[in-house]
């Protein structure tokens, strides 16, 4: 990928040639733009010629088969996401592009993250296979991570295990661009072999970062051992420290971290050329409602940043720092990969961004085709994986959790003190709370006036049958109960509820599903979405997926749940390595000792 | 080369972390200094500490086995000549390595066009075997226009022929970066299947540009094709189209091409991150004298360009346009190359660049100890080329011009009609004049009053035989002759002179010599450099070399020659491929028609 346009033969070779010498009609004419230098940060007139998937003349007149009146309009590279779980967006990789190439996005770099700790090495080549033939770029990044936690620990089980040597098998796959996000930045900091081991399988490719909180020397550490990003900055101090330090840093607005208000300030003339853009996690509603990459443009442009800065930012700075050398800027040999764009008013940038059309590899981006061709996906053999939920139905008993031994409850009515998971709103750390909770027969309950709700892990992934079951304040239900097979970053089913009939209700209806997303008002009235690849994404309209997320967390809120993201935020609650205290299918995790803890004493 | 450093097992990797961390002291600290941040592009404080070859950290306080005190420097990335033809400094490579570094260039992209014309594949396989262990990082771009013109059409005997099956057996050496400078681009736009071919076979590799003065649309067509720099815009306004269509522009300061002055207001914040710079060909004197990309640096900065730009053109920018990942920033996890330098007056950038001192892969530069390594190199088996001085000794004979049968001669003092080479000062342009000559005895005699001497090119590769004589102006020579075997692209033997007894003398001495530059004064008053590596190059001290070149001008200069360089305008003047009258080996070329001409009509 050190070139730019690759040709099938020389015959395609000379007709590129031909075309952009002006001798034969181009295949599509973009005429009557200011489009976009990423050279010299102007914004520049004359036509932009595309023949095949490549722009081969700008500036000079061209004669086209089509020709496309831009009508003033401005043109752009098209944006790149440089890091993406695609697996956030709840859809499979066709209906993903779906959403998000109309909104501008060309070219998105995944790391397969989820389906990898679900699947292993069976869905990084799944994540591979399945993006072979879209029109969207899909590069990938191999999961560094899988699982999140050491297995020898047994503080969580996983649905795989990647070690360096699986990650060498799909090394030299094309489109494979290096190591995805070293999220264990204490292993590295530590020198654990297996971490060791696959930074130095990848040394002369991309290793993505993850370091929240990183600074000083330890950053410095991490960036010796080679890495070259971070997408997990959070204040402008801190980005700042990693530019310094030679961090492309990506800038990131998902759906639950949203970072660009504190790091746009950043962004200027000079460093437009390193620093990138993505969104790590973004659900459909949100895609759907606010767009993609195109948002943080728009947040940009409504801050007043020039739009030379942040669309470069966007496009050709992430394409250079991951060696993407045939895109990201609009000329000659460049991939036709661009956006028509205008000020939202049609005057001046800070009213925001709007997108009239996008061209990947100089066809059209066309909702309709993108729709059926999606369909048409979804008639191909799928990946033979069995069952997505390994896991026995269950009772309402196994949602018990007993007055412990040695624990002396208190005079009627008699209390136990608890562990309790403390849910902070769009936060994924939690706090370590202690209560003082009812017992009646031996076992503790829950206390819906102090919002105290149970929740209950259960490994689904090969039928060990390990099951744990805690408290959780925060969520505000008041009844019912939430169910689904997404939680990072094993991706066990987990199960939060205001009554434990209910909460086995979900659970049998999630495994009835074979993975989704439930919510049950009461034993007979549940509704889902199902998530049958793996648990975690489907082949449906992104629009109805949207909806249905939309429908889901309506429901949740009707019956009592105060957080604004209920879905996203349950998913982070069984993943042990970020604090304070989490869940999983083996117990209650301290995460600051880093040890399993039981839930009442 | 996509990844930054590299270690060479896990412990390296694990050691580098710990120093990173500041659990084991560095190799070298580099202290008080402001050293540059090519991400942000402000320059910071605090310690750069050094692990075997690499920065490890930056900013933090480090001890170390060894301490340097900047004393309030500057700490810059290494210099990066982004295109060289090493042969112009008439040095071998470990003898360039020790004219250059200590300069504070650190990294060279070299194509060896000059010895591969010589010596063809032979010729490229030793610039990959000659460049292997030296301390400098020498990578290779592989000729792409060898010979300069076809060989159909005869116009020239060149040393070698270079065709893409020829380039493909050296296309996955280590350092081989991609196809060197494209000369050929009227074969390109004309779709040439040898040019094709050589494009496509790079096509996922780097291919360099080379098109003085190409605009317009038959500039997009050669960007569509896949090129992606040029190192010989001569005004702002070729340049900045370069750069609007995508290319990588190189601004260069040879010893003849010197294009700062024009290209250096294109250098600006945004723009830093893919302007390079380089020396393209560049005389053993003037690096000693004036010194190598520091020279260009030098001019900007006198020129009141901001530091940050021109230091991260000279370094980041180049790396990045040529995929070298692994350095071009003071930060971790890069090369350490690094130079300390100051203001000249100590003050203000605008009185200049001085070097202090420069770190290659974290060891300071010793002029010592790169002289002790070229003697070396000297001990080593050289190339068994066999003679460079493949033709029979000539007499003065060998110079005469008959006069052309058809030709009817004035009334006496008999005259004949001649094309002359106008040769302009710092030019390779030439002038295709016409003169009225005197004849005596049947031949066309030189004309010392009108400066029209006789010039004769001799083919010196194997033996054929061909040598033509011609006239030109502009050397102004009372007396004696320069013979030299360097001259462009085919580098046959050369000879200009007052006397046809003399410059069958220099020519005699230069295949004595087995090639170089020789400076007759007369018959048995012979100076000369030997340049026995091809006819091109030496491995001798370049102070020595540049002495000897300064000594040989001055004694051209005593017999009258006007040229600045006259080494370097002579070596052109067999380049049938810039206008307008040239003179090789085959005859008289009329450039504008390419064909062959007659010298007197």
Sequence with gaps: MAGRTTYRDLADLAAHIRVASGKEPADLVIRNTSFLDVYTGRFLSGDVAVYRETIVGTQQRYEGLEVVDGRGAFLVPGFIDAHVHIESSLLTPERFQQAVLPSGTTTVIWDPHEIANVRGLEGLTWALEATEDLALDVFVMLSSCVPSTSPQRELETSGALLRAGDLALLQARSRVLGLAEMMNYPGLLAGEPDVLSKLFLFQDRRRDGHCPGLRGKDLNAYGAAGIHSCHESISKEEAEEKLQKGFHVLIREGSCAKDAD???????????????????????????????????????????????????????????????????????????????????????????????????????????????????FASRPQPRWGSNMCLAPCRAEDFDVPVPAGASPHVAPARVQARVIGVRTRQIVTDALSASLPAAGGLVCMDLQQDILKIAVFERHRRTGHRAVGFVKGFGLRRGAIAASINHDSHNAIVVGADETVMAAALNHLIHIDGGIVVAQDEGTIDSLALPVGGLMCNRDPQEVAQALERLRALAQAMGCRLPEPFIQLSFLALPVVPSLKITDRGLVDVDRFQLVPAAY
């Design 262 to 376: 504190a790091l746009l300030p950043l962004l200027d003339d000079y460093s437009s050329a390193v620093i990138g853009l993505c969104s790590d996690d973004r659900n459909p509603a949100d895609i759907a409602k606010e767009g993609h990459i195109g948002f943080i443009i728009d947040k940009a442009l409504r801050g007043g940043h020039k739009p030379q800065n942040i669309f470069r930012a966007a496009s050709f700075a992430a394409a250079r720092a991951y060696g993407l050398d045939d895109r990201g800027a609009v000329a000659p040999g460049f991939l036709a990969d661009v956006c028509l764009v205008r000020p939202k008013d049609g005057r001046t940038w800070t009213s925001g961004l709007a997108i009239e059309a996008v061209y990947k590899r100089g066809r059209p981006v066309d909702r309709a085709a993108l729709a059926a061709s999606a369909e048409a």
